[in-house]
């Protein structure tokens, strides 16, 4: 499992901020992390945007999920199965949220253990294009 998570997720970004850092101007790995980060916002934008949208159609159907509860409220299969009826008929997918969720804490763990390794970069875990920066500089811009 280990193996997997480094080849799917951790790899690929540190040989991103590698290529980043080599390739930035001052070699600034400040300015690498904020362009790695953005980059992998913009990756998990159409999962984020669909639990957005789910999570919107969901709060204009909870007066119609309130007056269901109040019906049925000594019911809870029947509750249930209205609220899922009524999920179904407005197109909504109750677990989108969770699946969003799933895809965006392996890769929050990821950036943490590359942002964990500092301005060292083990060349075991680069890919065989990348080198290894010659020089990071920790000076945000050159200035702080």
Same mark, same amino acid.
């Given at each position: 499992?280990?193996?997997?998570?480094?080849?799917? @997720?951790?790899?690929?970004?540190?040989?991103?901020?590698?290529?980043?850092?080599?390739?930035?101007?001052?070699?600034?790995?400040?300015? *690498?992390?904020?362009?790695?980060?953005?980059?992998?916002?913009?990756?998990?934008?159409? @999962?984020?945007?669909?639990?957005?949208?789910?999570?919107?159609?969901?709060?204009? =159907?909870?007066?119609?999920?309130?007056? /269901?509860?109040?019906?049925?409220?000594?019911?809870?299969? *029947?509750?249930?199965?209205?609220?899922?009826? =009524?999920?179904?008929?407005?197109?909504?997918?109750?677990?989108?949220?969770?699946?969003?969720?799933? /895809?965006?804490?392996?890769? /929050? @763990?990821?950036?943490?253990?590359?942002?964990?390794?500092?301005?060292?970069?083990?060349? *075991?875990?680069?890919?065989?294009?990348?080198?290894?920066?010659?020089?990071?500089?920790?000076? @945000?811009?050159?200035?702080?």
């Amino acid at each position: 499992m280990s193996y997997l998570y480094n080849l799917i @997720f951790f790899e690929p970004l540190l040989n991103g901020l590698a290529l980043l850092v080599k390739h930035l101007p001052l070699h600034d790995m400040g300015l *690498a992390i904020i362009i790695l980060t953005v980059a992998v916002r913009f990756i998990i934008l159409p @999962f984020t945007h669909k639990s957005t949208v789910t999570q919107i159609k969901m709060k204009k =159907l909870e007066p119609e999920i309130r007056e /269901i509860k109040n019906a049925h409220k000594n019911d809870s299969q *029947a509750q249930a199965r209205k609220t899922m009826e =009524l999920y179904k008929k407005h197109g909504i997918n109750p677990v989108a949220g969770i699946l969003t969720l799933f /895809i965006q804490i392996p890769i /929050i @763990f990821a950036l943490y253990k590359v942002f964990l390794g500092g301005t060292t970069f083990d060349p *075991a875990h680069l890919y065989s294009f990348v080198a290894v920066p010659d020089f990071v500089s920790v000076k @945000f811009l050159g200035l702080i």
